[in-house]
């Protein structure tokens, strides 16, 4: 008791191993959890701005577009 057996020391390298090794799963976790983070604030940053000078008006109705309908 109060040292480190063998099972303590391979449960810690699979750990590890799974939490590190390959091709950097938690980085790439990370990294994708970054990106949603960015892309949600982009979105609230353009609902705060004003509409730009190129948006253009609706085409108003045409007196043959009226009589159809």
Known sequence: MGSFSIWHIIIAVGL???LF???????????????GIRAFREGLKGDDEPQSAEAKPL???SEKDKARS
């Open 21 to 35: 090794g390959g091709r950097g799963k938690i980085s790439g976790i990370m990294g994708d959890t970054a990106k």
């Open 16 to 18: 590890l191993a799974l």
């Open 59 to 61: 085409p108003k109705e």
